[in-house]
């Protein structure tokens, strides 16, 4: 659905993702379910990140504007993750749910293929979006019902690893959402999608190297900091290099990163009102802003350094989620260790793409998503090795008394032989 579907009351906009999470909530609410376990360190970590995301909301010049802005994003992101970390209790639960999503593809890149072939987009029957599609350079860059065809993609892009992640398990499903998934890459006409549908495949093939990560890391780090010295500009214009679509703005991506840090005095400790003056060109829909190509600097400029830091954290936190939970594993089906990789796959594919978008639409849908998911693929280890854990203690007691039983009879055969 696309956001023109909903409804307004005074400063709020309810659309559909909006309405399906208070739906979602009060179902947990009238059937008492709650979260599986105990709260973990993921799930601190969005309450902080939601926390400061309001409270940073004080320091800005039209604070109840801005708190209502602020609300909305918590409402989404902390709504999401935690009705998903309700309904989806185990890995089973995932696949079954990233099944659903693959079957909801296919309609949708059918759309957007015809989209790209007419250049009408049908989704504007329902509001929130042009009917006519966007042009650049002579190619139609389809979007479907989300809000830019460069979200659109990048949905396609991150939810590709998922589907290579059914292939083992469910591999008729597992075809057609890799088809649907490629295809709304292909005519979203855009090279950041592009990008991040190279980055998920790299991080499926390292599934090869998992045993080795930690001496990957290091070495990226290490080679990062190389190109740093040795390039004349900082190591991150290598983004103003990729244009794979022959329509791409990468120059502006990397030049708004050394813009936000030679202005991060004005937004370090909870955000600014103006960034106009950081470009020699703004947006048409801002006076005040320039276009912030960038989720890791969007959350810079909403709640400053901490609510960055917090993001952050959270997807480092996933990270270290997935490698414990391989580590931990103790299903011996390698198919239900390869999706919680697939997993972790997305969540790197989420990563790379904020570095070219920020999500304002519902795309943001699939990386809370995503971070639920993990945790649940998690939980379901620990109860496993808890049950295991469990049945061992127990055939160990009954083995143990077992035996003193026995040779508590053979003393009372031996005793009975002596007398006689």
Known sequence: MTLGQGVTLGPFNLHVIRILIAVGLVRVIVRGERLQGRMNSLDWLMLIWGAWALFSSLFHRDSIGVLVNRLGLVYNGCG??????????????????YRITAILLIPLSIEMLNEKITGHNLFSALGGVSEISEVRNGRIRAQGPFAHS??????????????????QQHRKTAIAGIIACFSIVI?????????????????LIMWYWRQRMRLFRWLAVLGYIGLDVVMKAP??????????????????????????????????LAGTDYTRHWMDY???????????????LRMGVDGGLPLMLLFIA???????????????????LLSSQFMTWALGASLFSHSASFLSVSYFDQSVVFLYLTLAAICSSSIQTTSIQTTRSFTTKTRYKDTLEGSLTRRKSLSLVAADSDKK
């Not at 460069?150 to 292939?167: H, K, R, S």
């Not at 005519?187 to 991080?203: K, N, Y």
Request: charged letters at 10%.
């Open 235 to 268: 190591a991150y214009y290598l983004i103003a290099r990729i244009d794979l679509t022959g329509s791409s703005t990468s120059w502006h991506r990397a030049a708004l990163i050394e813009a936000a840090l030679e202005h991060l005095s004005e937004w370090w």
């Open 150 to 167: 460069i979200l659109a993609g990048t949905v396609g892009a991150v939810c590709l690893p998922l589907m290579i992640g059914l292939w």
């Open 80 to 97: 999401i993750y935690f009705l998903l970390r309700v309904i989806c209790q185990s890995l089973d639960d995932v696949v079954r749910l």
């Open 282 to 296: 703004g947006v048409g829909w801002s006076p005040d802003h320039i276009d912030i190509t960038n989720y890791y």
């Open 314 to 332: 959270i997807l480092a936190k996933g990270f270290s989620i997935v490698g414990q939970t391989l580590q931990q594993a103790t299903n011996p």
């Open 187 to 203: 005519v979203s006409a855009s090279s950041g999608p592009i990008m991040s549908t190279l980055f998920a495949i790299g991080a």
